[in-house]
């Protein structure tokens, strides 16, 4: 399971009343590890001025964090509430590489690359086969 869902959020989700806040604090509190990467390649971006995106490319320290991000990113909903929350758009590559763009550098040269297939490819490595 993605998300540990409480028992009143369940309640509003399934009378179809829930905000985003609410989703995005359930992710936050259920997929820590992917809140904190997120939250690291988001800050990145704020604090560099001028900047098209942050990133963050440390490996994770277990598969089961490997998971939470791997869950985080794939999940349409997820990626969504956490792109609203932060005001960016998400990249991924490989199973760690997360960036955050400005939404104003998506469609961009900067961003154009980084989710080319030239840019995944040269981001392989032995070791990072089996990730």
């Given at each position: 399971?993605?998300?540990?869902?409480?028992?009143?959020?369940?309640?509003?989700?399934?009378a179809?009343?829930v905000d985003?806040?609410?989703?995005?604090?359930c992710?936050?509190?259920?997929?820590?590890?992917?809140?904190?990467?997120v939250?690291?390649?988001?800050?990145?971006?704020?604090?560099?001025?001028?900047?098209e995106?942050?990133?963050h490319?440390?490996?994770?320290?277990?598969?089961?964090q490997?998971?939470?991000?791997?869950r985080?990113?794939a999940?349409?909903a997820?990626?969504?509430?956490?792109?609203?929350h932060?005001?960016?758009?998400?990249?991924?590559q490989?199973?760690?590489?997360?960036?955050?763009?400005?939404?104003?550098?998506?469609?961009g040269?900067?961003y154009q690359?980084?989710?080319?297939?030239?840019?995944?490819?040269?981001?392989?490595?032995?070791?990072?086969?089996?990730c």
């Open positions: 399971m993605s998300l540990d869902v409480p028992v009143a959020l369940l309640e509003r989700a399934e179809g009343q985003d806040a609410e989703f995005v604090d992710v936050r509190t259920s997929l820590p590890y992917a809140w904190e990467v939250s690291a390649a988001a800050g990145r971006l704020a604090d560099t001025p001028g900047s995106f942050g990133e490319a440390t490996p994770p320290p277990s598969e089961a490997r998971g939470e991000l791997l985080a990113l999940s349409d997820i990626r969504g509430g956490l792109e609203r932060f005001g960016i758009k998400l990249a991924f490989n199973c760690h590489r997360v960036a955050a763009f400005a939404l104003s550098a998506v469609g040269d900067t690359e980084f989710i080319s297939p030239v840019a995944q490819l040269r981001n392989q490595s032995p070791e990072l086969r089996d």
